[in-house]
C-alpha cells in the first residue's frame, strides 16, 4: 500500500487563514523614524485646525503648489484652496481626464476645551475663565495638565488677531485646578459627577495697580490681553480660542517605537494624506485631498464635511475646460472612491473587556480597514460595499501595505461615526482607512510609529494605483 501523502497544513494556513501581520516587517527603521520626526515637528506646530492648515500650507508652497485662484484650469492643477482659515483642500488634477476622482479625507479638529462668548471672571482672589468643552472628552483627564490657549479674536474693524500662549516653552501656561485628594476623597465623588461647568481655567491672580491703588483681578487679565493683542472684553465675544494641551510630542518606550501627542486623532490621518500627496510621482486619476473641521461634534456646519466647498472649483475647472457640468459632474462623483481616512481604536490589554479581540485593531499591526463604524446595529454607519473594499484590499497587497480590519469595541458597547457617510450620500465608493490609537480623544494619544508610516504608504498607494 502507497503511503498517504502528508498534508502540509502550514501551508494551508498560510493560503487560507487572514492573519494580522507586523508593522513593522520588512520597513526601514530609519526611514520610519525619519517620517515619525517630520510627522512629530509638523504637530508640534499645527496644534488646532488653523494652525495645522498654516503649516500644511506652508509645506505645499514648498512643493509647486499655488492657491486655486492662482493656477491656470487648462494645465495640471496642483492647488490648495484654504477655506474659513480651517478647512482645506488639495487638488492634483491632470490635463486630460475621464472617469472619477480618487478622494482622501481627514478632518482636523481633535476633542478640547473652549473659551465660552463671555469667559473671565475671578473668584476667591483668582482670575478664571469659563469655558465649554468640545467632542468627545473624559473631563477628569483635562484637570492639572498645563495647557495653551491658541485661536483667533476677529475684532468689530474687520480686523483678525492670532493668539498663541503657552506652545512656546518661554510661554506661560494656563490649568483647570483638580481637589486635592485629602478633601475629595469623604466626598467619594466619581468620575461622572465631574460637570462641564467644573471645567474653569485659572488665568491669573494678580491685581492692576494704577497710582498705587489696587483693582479687580479681572482688570489686570483685561489689560494684559489689551495692551499685547489690542482686543477688549467684548471682542472676546467673536473669538475661537481653544484650549489645548500645551506639552510637546513624545516618542513612547524604551525602544521609541511609540509616538504620544495630542489631536492624533485625525491629525494623523491628514498629515500622512498631505505627504502621500507630494511624495507621490503620479496619480492614477485627478485626486483631491481634504482636511475639514467640526467632525467631533458631527460635521455640521460651513467647515464641516456636512458642507461640500470643495466641489466648487473642481466645477470651474470642468467648465474651464468646455466639459458639460449637468452630465460630467454627476457622474464623475458617482465614479468617485473615497478613503475616509480617520483612526479607530487599538485593543488596550488593561481594559480588554470592550474589545472583541478577533475583530479589533492592534498597535503595531499596520493600517486599519473599517468596513463600516456606528453604534450597536450600525446605527449612523456608512457600510462600505464589498467589491470596494476589495479593490482597496488589492491595491494594498500589490503594494505590500501591511493593514488590518477594525471595529470599534464591542457590538452593544462601542461605537462611532467618521465624514464617511457625507461622502456615501453623493454616491461615491468610501471606506474608512487610518491607524489605530490608544487613548483615543484623550489628551495624549499614542499611536505606533509603524502604524503611521504603514498609513502614508497606504494613501500613497491609493493615489498612485487606484483606478
Known sequence: MPRKKKTDYSEMKKALEFESKNAWKDLNEREVDEFSKEYVDFMSKGRTE????????????????????NVNYKDEVKAYYLYRGKTLAIYKIPKKFNG??????????????????????????????????????????????PLAIIGVVAKSDGSVVKVNVGSDPKDPVFVISDLLPHLDRNENKKVSDITGEMLNLIIGSKPVTFDKMEEPLKLNVLKILN??????????SSAELEIVPSFEPREIGFDRSMIGAYGHDDKICAFASLKAIIDSPKVSRPT???FFDKEEIGSYGSTGASHQFWMLPLKKILKTRG????????????????LSSDVNAALDPTFKDVFEANNSAFLGKGVVVTKYTGARGKAG???????FVAKIRKVFNDNKVVWQTGELGKVDVGGGGTIALFFAEYGMHVVDVGPALLGMHSPFEIVSKADLYQTYLAYLAFIKDYE
Do not use: C
Open 227 to 236: 495692551e499685547k493683542y489690542g482686543i477688549t472684553e467684548e471682542d472676546l
Open 381 to 387: 454607519s456608512s457600510d462600505a460595499d464589498a467589491e
Open 323 to 338: 466639459i458639460d457640468l449637468e452630465v460630467s459632474f454627476d457622474e464623475m462623483i458617482e465614479d468617485t472612491a473615497v
Open 288 to 290: 483631491v485631498i481634504l
Open 100 to 145: 472619477g476622482l480618487n478622494i482622501i479625507a481627514s478632518h482636523i479638529d481633535s476633542p478640547r476645551i473652549d473659551f465660552k462668548p463671555k469667559p473671565i471672571y475671578e473668584d476667591s482672589n483668582m482670575t478664571l475663565a469659563k469655558t465649554h468643552y468640545y467632542g468627545g472628552i473624559k473631563k477628569y483627564q483635562w484637570f492639572n495638565i
Open 50 to 69: 488653523r494652525t495645522f492648515s498654516e503649516e500644511a500650507i506652508n509645506f505645499l508652497e514648498k512643493n509647486g503648489y499655488k492657491p486655486i485662484e
